[in-house]
């Protein structure tokens, strides 16, 4: 009888182990790019200390921190004590001095104002690489998108003949010609690379040089605002204009004759904020290419023509329709992001504009992994970046190019992940991974 007992049990097959998944998808995918950003700050942090002037450690003015200042500062080397200053004079400048609560409103305005046209350029990159292409012409797409809105925005009613035009009618104008507009630049090396194979990374970057051309010609030509000793266009009607979510009343004599609308109209100078509607269209922006990509056909098409092409031709999918349409709503947004910043915030298209908003935007991408909801964060960081940059010059005279090699220490350590992963002893997780650049070299 125990034989019989046990005769089943030496033939059972071992039980195999079943695959686990993470607790939080979520943490495991943002757990590198935290670490990237807060090695590339301690990095920073470091050329910070090693590289400030001894002739510089007096001059420098602890009474700037208030409280703070009191006893810890005091008590730390002074080498040391200008270092943790300087990323101090960094996050104030970027979310306001919290011992002083008028200053918070408006350090987060500037961080959010920053921001916006970071997730609209941001997610322009990131549709690209969904679908395996690497679109470097999100500046030129923002150029164009900006010179398109600015046409509309200012010299609509001209054309019609008439003083203004009703704002339900301008605003949505402005808004659809700047779409169309960065739409269109990002179609023509989508087309050019799903018809020709010409690599969308030469052509974009040809397209940006010749963005940048025409806005030059067409700001100093037919686009000039002849009264102004800028190189600048005429200020957009206030009817084009996006409002302003809260701040003080506009001073037409500074703006054109202009009076820009907002929501909500203060006499406080702590609420004079510069936040506009902007933000709100990129925040939906992000749900709608959130949805695009999750939920629909098209956003599965995009990711599988992206993933592997040839698989997505044997299931009859439409390549060459898949790499014009990426590349055009890649176009549409990131005009959007140019769109954003002329009749939300600059109400004029100036010679200098963008100063590389675009080239930005490839790494928010990176740091974001292309998804949508992580763009938020990634081009918050980016924001607050450039807004705290300034304080800190101005409080401890620390050079802003620190932020470029902080920002610049992050791309690479996104870029080459393995470095991360093994100072932190990480191990590659499965998917997560962004493919682009799939026919590079071919």
Do not use: C
Not at 187 to 206: D, F, S
Not at 395 to 409: E, F, M, V
């Amino acid at each position: 009888m125990a034989n019989e007992q046990q005769a089943p049990a030496e033939t059972q097959k071992p039980a195999e182990p079943k695959p686990t998944k993470p607790s939080l998808p979520w943490l495991s995918e943002a757990i590198v790019p935290l670490l990237a950003i807060l090695t590339a700050v301690l990095i920073g942090a470091v050329i910070v200390f090693i590289s400030i002037p001894s002739n510089k450690l007096p001059a420098f003015d602890l009474s700037l921190y208030g409280s703070r200042s009191d006893w810890f500062f005091s008590t730390l080397p002074e080498r040391l004590r200008v270092t943790l200053s300087a990323f101090t004079g960094l996050f104030s400048g970027a979310f306001g001095d919290w011992s002083k609560p008028s200053t918070i409103p408006g350090a987060i305005s500037n961080t959010l104002v920053e921001s916006t046209p970071y997730i609209l350029a941001g997610l322009a990159v990131a549709v690209t690489f969904k679908a395996g292409l690497f679109n470097v012409g999100a500046e030129g797409q923002l150029l164009m998108g900006a010179l398109g809105s600015v046409a509309v925005a200012a010299f609509m009613p001209q054309w019609f003949g008439v003083a203004s035009l009703p704002a339900i009618i301008h605003l949505p104008a402005a808004l659809l010609a700047g779409v169309l507009a960065g739409a269109m630049w990002g179609i023509i090396p989508g087309y050019l690379r799903a018809k020709t194979g010409a690599h969308e990374v030469i052509t974009t970057i040809m397209l940006n040089y010749i963005a940048l051309q025409i806005m030059d010609y067409l700001i100093n030509g037919v686009m000039k605002d002849k009264s102004a000793t800028l190189q600048r266009t005429p200020f957009i009607h206030e009817n084009a204009a996006l409002p302003r979510i809260v701040s003080k009343a506009t001073d037409p004599s500074l703006t054109g004759g202009q009076a820009y609308p907002r929501l909500f109209t203060t006499t406080d100078s702590a609420w004079d904020l510069r936040i506009h509607m902007g933000i709100v269209i990129a925040f939906l922006m992000v749900g709608l290419i959130w949805w695009l990509m999750n939920r629909t056909p098209k956003g599965f098409e995009i990711k599988t023509v992206g993933e592997n092409p040839e698989a997505a031709r044997y299931a009859g999918m439409n390549i060459t329709g898949t790499v014009v349409g990426a590349m055009g709503i890649s176009g549409a947004l990131a005009g959007l992001a140019g769109t954003s910043q002329v009749i939300g915030l600059e109400y004029n298209l100036k010679a200098v504009f963008s100063s590389g908003l675009g080239f930005d935007s490839l790494a928010i991408a990176l740091l974001a992994k292309s998804n949508p909801i992580a763009i938020v964060p990634a081009a918050l960081f980016w924001g607050a970046l450039r807004t705290g940059a300034g304080a800190m010059q101005i409080n401890t005279g620390i050079s802003i190019n620190l932020i470029n090699i902080i920002q610049a220490l992050v791309i690479m350590f996104i870029a080459a992940d393995q470095i991360v992963r093994w100072i932190y002893r990480i191990k590659q997780a499965e998917g997560g991974k962004i493919t682009f650049n799939r026919s590079w070299g071919k």
